[in-house]
């Protein structure tokens, strides 16, 4: 087989076991949570009493879900960025009941996300840190109630599954191309030099000089 279809095939190899590693790992988390669960409105990444702050680095493709204890209002800024509305309050889009059955919390109501995507680096390295900051939580009355932020990192996950199946597929077509190249380009056959060897006697210059001799004698 020629050098051409092994590199293919190889490669195509490589791409279809990643993709399906990839596959294999679960990112979306499907089999870890269910609507029943508080990680069904993301992982706990933050929690304390007001007045409080928590400064951590975030991901752009994530979402940041802030919850607060029932019956207060708290007031949540983001301190060290100059964009506004890195905090969005779920009044805005009419979603304050996203998370009243399915992911719900005792003790607690959604109040908006916190999303950093206009803050990211793009699309092509959805894991890239958009930055360190620093978020404030204040009670409009100064009383103490508790908060919390949970990391939804579901898009990651779809991310990272549609990447594990592009590579599947990917690989699945190289391996083809590699099948069809290793049965066109086939060795060429080797040739066999073979010398044959005649059985007469060889005759030497020398031989035939003496005779050529006694020919002109007896001519």
Same mark, same amino acid.
């Given at each position: 087989? @020629?050098?051409?279809?092994?590199?293919?095939? &190889?490669?195509?190899?490589?791409?279809?076991? +990643?993709?399906?590693a990839?596959?294999?790992?679960?990112?979306?988390?499907?089999?870890?949570?269910?609507p029943?669960?508080e990680?069904?409105?993301?992982?706990l990444?933050?929690?304390?009493? $007001?007045?409080?702050?928590? %400064?951590?680095?975030?991901?752009?493709?994530? $979402?940041?879900?802030?919850?607060?204890?029932?019956?207060?209002?708290?007031t !949540?800024?983001?301190?060290?960025?100059d +964009?506004?509305? *890195?905090?969005?309050?779920?009044?805005?889009?009419?979603?304050?009941?996203?998370?009243? !059955?399915?992911? @719900?919390?005792? &003790?607690? @109501?959604?109040? &908006?996300?916190?999303?950093?995507?206009?803050?990211?680096?793009?699309?092509?390295?959805?894991?890239?840190?958009?930055?360190?900051? %620093?978020?404030?939580?204040t009670?409009?009355? /100064?009383?103490?109630?508790? !908060?919390?932020?949970r %990391?939804?990192?579901?898009?990651? /996950?779809f991310?990272?599954?549609?990447?594990?199946v592009?590579?599947?597929?990917a &690989? *699945? *077509?190289?391996?083809? +191309?590699?099948?069809i190249?290793?049965?066109?380009?086939? %060795?060429?056959?080797?040739?066999?030099?073979? =010398?044959?060897?005649?059985?007469?006697?060889?005759?030497?210059? =020398?031989?035939?000089?003496?005779?050529?001799?006694?020919?002109?004698?007896?001519?």
């Amino acid at each position: 087989m @020629h050098k051409v279809p092994k590199l293919v095939l &190889g490669l195509g190899g490589i791409l279809f076991v +990643i993709g399906w590693a990839i596959i294999m790992m679960d990112p979306m988390g499907v089999d870890s949570s269910s609507p029943s669960s508080e990680d069904w409105s993301g992982t706990l990444m933050f929690e304390d009493s $007001t007045p409080t702050t928590f %400064e951590s680095e975030f991901k752009w493709a994530a $979402t940041y879900n802030v919850f607060v204890q029932d019956g207060s209002t708290v007031t !949540v800024e983001v301190l060290n960025s100059d +964009i506004d509305d *890195i905090f969005w309050p779920c009044e805005l889009d009419d979603e304050c009941d996203e998370f009243d !059955v399915d992911g @719900h919390i005792n &003790g607690y @109501h959604y109040i &908006g996300e916190l999303d950093f995507e206009e803050e990211g680096t793009g699309i092509y390295n959805p894991f890239t840190k958009s930055g360190t900051y %620093e978020i404030s939580f204040t009670e409009e009355n /100064g009383e103490t109630v508790n !908060v919390m932020i949970r %990391e939804d990192t579901s898009f990651e /996950g779809f991310l990272a599954v549609a990447g594990g199946v592009i590579s599947c597929f990917a &690989g *699945i *077509i190289i391996l083809i +191309i590699g099948s069809i190249l290793s049965k066109v380009m086939k %060795e060429n056959p080797k040739v066999e030099l073979t =010398s044959t060897v005649s059985d007469e006697p060889r005759v030497s210059n =020398s031989e035939i000089s003496k005779s050529e001799i006694g020919l002109i004698k007896s001519g």
